[in-house]
């Protein structure tokens, strides 16, 4: 079988730095795969890939499928082919979590995830958009993000693992973002009460980064200790 890769373009210090326009599309990113998420230009909401489609969660949940040009600063994309498929009943998020990385073949990896089931509720987070001039992500986030609960939904989480050793360019550990059955819901996943849900996993042991190639990135200090700053925007558990 041939080896599949993620591709990302940006780094998560440098959407930490405030680096917020990126170069590249929504055609561009589609290059590389139909499965992935991601931030936005401006952090104006949050990206969703599944199917081949972009779609963009805007501050207040709603679903829009986003046009060929749009840009990212932050994003990975890959082409969804998953290689385990299991089915889980009454998980939280930590619950979930465990679960899966029982399937883990290495915890050295990169894995994509797709959940696909019914929801008791999901804790939800988009943004409404910000401009320049830029300012670090945990300083404006507090004021540009919003929070909604989806209740008794049924949907699908797209989904990326990350290994520690690779925190200063991902968020380490899983993160999800969330898209309803009727594609008119979505957002980033803080938690979720799940009723029941089919599991699938692939294995991706590759890794392809495009830097971004403007002077937000070129002038930005990338050489932070990133820690703190991600489990405050990413990894709120709920």
């Not at 089919?198 to 937000?216: K, M, P, R, S, Y």
Request: net charge negative.
């Amino acid at each position: 079988m041939q080896k599949q890769y993620i591709y990302q373009t940006g780094t998560i210090n440098s959407l930490l730095e405030a680096v917020y326009a990126g170069d590249t599309s929504m055609e561009q990113m589609l290059q590389h795969g139909d499965f992935g998420l991601g931030a936005l230009d401006n952090i104006d909401g949050e990206l969703i890939i599944h199917e081949g489609v972009c779609y963009r969660a805007d501050a207040t949940g709603k679903l829009h499928i986003l046009d060929k040009d749009i840009h990212t600063p932050f994003a990975v994309v890959n082409k969804f082919i998953p290689e385990q498929k299991f089915t889980v009943k009454d998980l939280d998020f930590k619950s979930l979590e465990a679960v899966v990385a029982e399937h883990f073949i290495s915890s050295n990896l990169i894995y994509a995830i797709r959940v696909t089931g019914k929801f008791q509720h999901l804790d939800l987070r988009s943004e409404h958009c910000t401009c320049r001039p830029y300012k670090r992500l945990t300083e404006i986030l507090p004021n540009l993000q919003t929070t909604f609960i989806a209740n008794n939904v049924s949907g699908v989480m797209v989904g990326v693992w990350f290994p520690k050793y690779m925190a200063q360019l991902n968020v380490p550990g899983f993160h999800f973002h969330f898209i309803d059955d009727f594609c008119k819901i979505g957002g980033h996943v803080f938690g979720f009460q799940l009723e029941e849900a089919t599991i699938e996993l692939q294995v991706l042991h590759g890794f392809q980064l495009a830097l971004i190639e403007n002077q937000d990135f070129y002038q930005a200090n990338l050489n932070i200790q990133n820690e703190s700053a991600v489990a405050s925007v990413e990894q709120v558990r709920t």
